[in-house]
């Protein structure tokens, strides 16, 4: 590559790495170019990006875009997977594939944040749920309390409701 090709190259990784969510390094040796073209368009309609860089330039631009714990998780061949929307939907297509194709793909770590990820994390991240459902259990337990004591409160009126009402007929028969 000229110099002015691995400078541009390293701006556009850069902004990828700053703009991203979370980025999944893997090891694609083995893939063939057909299984290579099926990940990429698994991963496309999900909204994923996945780009064979040179590690030598990845780490330029992981400095660059100041997330230099991506070094840790290069080594080899390498591809990294960028998530832009949701931080499980790289990681649930990632695993869905190695499934589906027997192992060839290798997951070797993730940078979330600046968090760098083991490989076992990223597959831990695949198994969540979805941000909805994880919202709404959240949500159900912080009610969970707050409509007990509700029920507590109400139950204690309507005794005394029903104690008063209890009086008023004793009144008036007697």
Not at 125 to 145: H, I, Y
């Amino acid at each position: 590559m000229q110099k002015e090709k691995k400078k541009e190259a390293v701006s556009q990784l850069a902004e990828k790495l700053s703009r991203c969510n979370i980025a999944i390094t893997t090891n694609y040796r083995g893939l063939s170019v057909a299984e290579m073209t099926e990940l990429r368009r698994r991963l496309r309609q999900g909204g994923i990006e996945y780009r064979v860089i040179k590690n030598t330039l990845a780490r330029f631009a992981a400095k660059l875009a100041g997330k230099e714990g991506l070094n840790q998780i290069i080594e080899g061949p390498t591809a990294i997977a960028f998530g832009y929307t949701n931080v499980t939907e790289p990681a649930k297509a990632l695993i869905d594939y190695i499934r589906s194709s027997r192992g060839r793909l290798t997951i070797r770590g993730g940078l979330l944040g600046q968090r760098v990820l083991t490989a076992s994390e990223v597959t831990d991240l695949a198994t969540l749920p979805p941000k909805e459902v994880l919202m709404a259990k959240v949500l159900g337990t912080m009610q969970g309390p707050i409509s007990a004591l509700v029920n507590v409160l109400n139950s204690t009126l309507v005794g005394i409701v029903g104690m008063l009402n209890a009086r008023i007929r004793q009144l008036e028969g007697g």
